[in-house]
């Protein structure tokens, strides 16, 4: 019911900045902007972590403890697409970055990747010098 495509992914050195982008294609009959979005990532061996999330009308944002101040999510319900600004990158950025849409999300919910149930196949964000 909904199709999520991840991109901006790459390459760059610590301090550096990548922009992520994850496009929607909603089937369900509902609007992108009922749907929450969320952004984890995950390196291998370990749990998915949570990064960042949206409401459906981008009013509210959340963040995960360790890219507070460093990352910014925002969303275009017009181009059903929502973003992950990264800024000041370290090296313990690096892993696999997906996004997850969910429609019947309490804030308490956000955070936790079990709640959603729609997901994308990930870019892969590597920060090295």
């Known amino acids: 019911q909904v199709q999520l495509v991840e991109s901006g992914g790459g390459l760059v050195p610590p301090g550096g900045s990548l922009r992520l982008s994850c496009i929607a294609s909603?089937?369900?009959?509902?609007?992108?902007?009922?749907?929450?979005v969320g952004w984890f990532r995950q390196v291998p061996g370990s749990e998915r972590e949570f990064v960042a999330a949206?409401?459906?009308?981008?009013?509210?944002?959340y963040y995960g403890n360790s890219v507070k101040g460093r990352f910014t999510m925002s969303r275009d319900n017009a181009k059903n697409t929502v973003y992950l600004q990264m800024n000041s990158l370290r090296t313990e950025d690096t892993a696999l970055y997906y996004c997850?849409?969910?429609?019947?999300?309490?804030?308490?919910?956000?955070?936790?990747?079990?709640?959603?149930?729609?997901w994308g196949q990930g870019t892969q964000v590597t920060v090295s010098s």
């Open positions: 997850a849409a969910d429609a019947q999300l309490i804030t308490s919910s956000l955070g936790n990747p079990s709640q959603y149930d729609y």
């Open positions: 949206i409401k459906g009308s981008g009013s509210s944002t």
């Open positions: 909603v089937n369900s009959g509902r609007a992108f902007r009922t749907y929450s």
